[in-house]
C-alpha cells in the first residue's frame, strides 16, 4: 500500500515540479502513506493553513505522516534525515528544512534558511523535544530550535499541536533504544487501525513574549493543559 500510494503521486508531483506549478501531492502522499499505515486520523480545533508555524510533541514517524497529510505543513529536522535512502529524498520534495545539530559555525546559515522558509505561504512544523519519547512525558522544549522565530520573519502565529494515540500511545512510541528499521517493521506489522487526534489548539502571536524560551514554555504549557484534560499522565512540568 505504500508503495501503490508513492506510485499514485510521485509521477504528477514530478509533472508539477518540471512545470514550475506549485504540488499539493506531497500533502496526499503523506495523507495515504498514514493510513496505510492504519491511522485512522480524526481533528480536535482548527488547523491553520497558512502564516503559522505548528509545535507538536513527537511520539513516532508517524507523527510526520498524520501530521503533514492533515495540514501539508514543511517539517524541521536533522540533517542526518537528509541522508537516509529514499526517505531523504523524499522529504525534501515536501520543503524540509535540515538543520545540522552539531554545526555551530553554520547556525546562521540555518536561521536565514528557517527565516527564509517561513517567508513562504506553506505552514511549518517542529518537533522541539529534539527527539521521540514515551507519549505520556512530554519533554522539556530547546528553546534554541526556534532560533528563526525572533524577530518573526514576517506576519505569522503559533499554534501548538498535540498527537495523541490514545490507549496505543505506549505501543507506537519510538524510543531511542530500538533501531529505526526495527521500529518501522514492529509498527507497519501491527495488525488493525491506530486511532490518531490531532488536538490543534489556539494560534498565539510570537510576539507578545519576549523571547525564544518564553514561546516554547508556552507552547509546551498549552499542550500539557490538553493533556491534563484528557486526564493523560503528562510527568513533571
Known sequence: MLVVSLL?????HLCCRALHLPSRWPRRFLALAARSAGARVTIEGT?????????????SWLDILVLGGATGTAFISHDGVAGWPLVGWLARQNNTIFVARTDRHGVREQIATL???LAGHQPVAIFPE???????????FKPALLAGLMPPPRDLDIQPVWIDY???TEQIAWHGEEPAGANAKR??????SLRVTLHFLDPFDPEDFPDRKAIADEARNRILARQSAFALPSGPV
Open 115 to 117: 527565516r527564509a522558509a
Open 8 to 12: 499514485l503521486c510521485l509521477v504528477p
Open 130 to 140: 529534539g527527539t521521540t519519547g514515551d507519549g505520556r512525558t512530554l519533554l522539556p
Open 47 to 59: 488547523p491553520r493553513s497558512h502564516d503559522i508555524f505548528f509545535i507538536a510533541n513527537h511520539v
Open 187 to 192: 509498527l507497519l506489522n501491527r495488525e488493525g
Open 166 to 168: 490514545g490507549a496505543q
